[in-house]
């Protein structure tokens, strides 16, 4: 039985449980639903492919209802959320055919022919207990930690299985850790094992452990650290420092960063590395290809000043390996200044510059409009061919209505290229157009 039926089916005795007892109106009291719909256009034009047939125009709107509880009364609390999600195709964005005119798969699972399903859905329930400050959870998760962060990129969200506790016993300490089994990708339905990129078709696992606490030293600093274990392919150390500063009537904000990987179980020894538990990165052939061997760090500093930010920093990349990170090629994403729209610029060796303004319109007089403008420059990537290099610039706009019947009705705008000489790397250009909305239900 997949954690996810467990997961159901205590969720189902705990509710009938919390309803039988009179004292536990808390569990309902508490309780919250709502429906998130998100209507999601989605343009992408490489720009160095034969025929362009690998290009994407998505259409579709996706629902998403989400119910927490809130826990009986009494020492040990018990409580259940459930999530499910549907898609909609009202664009496929290709066919079968090839040469294919675009290409499907950016926002829909596809069917065997390689063509777009005309919809899709998934649905996860997490039992949870609550004793003091301490809550564990069985089932669906969506964590958003340094070393494992969901992706919401597209149509739906990614989400996992596993279990998760989460502990505030001492004041300004967030304990976390848990294991994490299997991932249902942003544009898919099924359960799939867990690996990184590079991996070979059937090397993965369903074992990844996290653990780690954020303390707040004072009220304007934070200090993090974290640990990740991904069974036979890498550990994981992170070291983080969040400060906001007031400077004359602005605030700077510093955020610096720090990741060691190592190689784990079969990616440390060259019979498991044969079998495809290997990473991606530049190891000159030598005896260690495709081990993990990564430090990467950065420091990003932004300055806020009525409704200014401007933001500076800087990544680099170490070691033979690029950085690892759970991905299993389904759409991931990893906690590094650099994980934009596009790039993610984390290969071996990669030397990454950013500059980001943006402004908040209601400084203005226009409350809910917000505008970003992003450039990245990435180079001394390690390659064969010597040193590879890339930029992206992104530009974001989003507006929400502030009044009316349909108040808090969201509109974004996001554009991006990339341009790279790097190895797998394909000049692109891409645009999302969403519209989103909020209903609540309880």
């Known amino acids: 039985m997949r954690k996810t039926s467990l ?49 994407a125009n998505e259409w579709g709107q996706g629902f998403v209802f989400t119910y927490n509880s809130g826990f009986t009364e009494g020492t040990v609390g018990f409580g259940v959320d459930v999530i499910g999600m549907y898609g909609l195709r009202l664009d496929g964005g290709g066919d079968s055919s090839t040469p294919r005119d675009r290409a499907p798969g950016q926002l829909f699972p596809t069917e065997t022919d390689g063509s777009a399903v005309n919809d899709y859905s998934k649905a996860g329930a997490t039992a949870k207990m609550l004793i003091s400050k301490t809550e564990v959870r069985l ?27 989460i502990s505030n016993e001492i004041d300004g300490l967030t304990l976390t850790g848990g294991q994490l089994e299997h991932t249902k990708t942003r544009s898919s339905t099924d359960d799939i094992s867990l690996k990184i990129a590079g991996a070979g078709a059937n090397a993965d696992t369903n074992k990844f452990y996290f653990a780690g606490g954020d303390y707040k030293v004072t009220k304007d600093l934070t200090a993090q650290y974290y640990y990740g274990n991904l069974e036979d392919f890498y550990k994981q150390h992170f070291l983080g420092l969040i400060h906001n500063w007031a400077i004359g009537p602005g605030t700077l904000k510093t955020d610096l ?36 061997d990564n430090q990467t760090w950065s420091a990003l500093f932004t300055y806020s000043l009525s409704g200014h930010s401007l933001s500076a920093g ?31 610029f984390l290969s071996a060796g990669e030397r990454t510059w950013l500059a980001e303004y943006g402004y908040d319109f ?43 019947a349909l108040k808090g009705l969201g509109f974004s705008w996001r554009n991006a290229s990339i341009r790279s000489n790097v190895a797998g790397t394909t000049d692109q250009d891409e645009n999302r157009l969403i519209v989103s909305y909020s209903i609540p239900l309880l």
């Not at 494992?148 to 506790?165: A, K, S």
């Not at 990544?315 to 991931?332: I, K």
């Open 139 to 165: 089932g669906t998760l969506m964590p958003k930690l340094p070393v494992v962060n969901f992706n919401d990129g597209r149509l739906l969200p990614q989400t996992f299985d596993g279990g998760q506790i």
């Open 257 to 292: 960063r720090y990741f060691d990987s190592s190689s784990d179980g079969k990616n440390g020894s060259a019979a498991g590395r044969a079998e495809g538990y290997v990473s991606n990165g530049y190891y000159g052939g030598g005896v260690t290809t495709g081990e993990v």
């Open 314 to 344: 800087y990544q680099q990349v170490e070691g033979d390996s690029a950085f690892p990170f759970l991905n299993q090629g389904g759409g991931s994403s990893s906690y590094l200044i650099t994980d934009r729209q596009i790039g993610k």
């Open 7 to 55: 997961a159901l089916a205590v969720a189902v005795g705990t509710l009938g449980l919390s309803l039988s007892h009179v004292a536990n109106a808390a569990f309902l009291e508490d309780s919250k639903a709502k429906l998130d719909l998100r209507n999601f256009y989605y343009d992408l034009n490489n720009k160095n492919v034969a025929n362009n047939n690998s290009e």
């Open 362 to 404: 209601a400084s203005a007089g226009i409350p809910g409009l917000k505008a970003t403008v992003t450039y990245l420059s990435g180079d001394n990537v390690d390659a064969a061919q010597g040193d590879r290099k890339e930029w992206e610039r992104d530009f974001r706009l989003d507006y929400t209505l502030q009044e009316g």
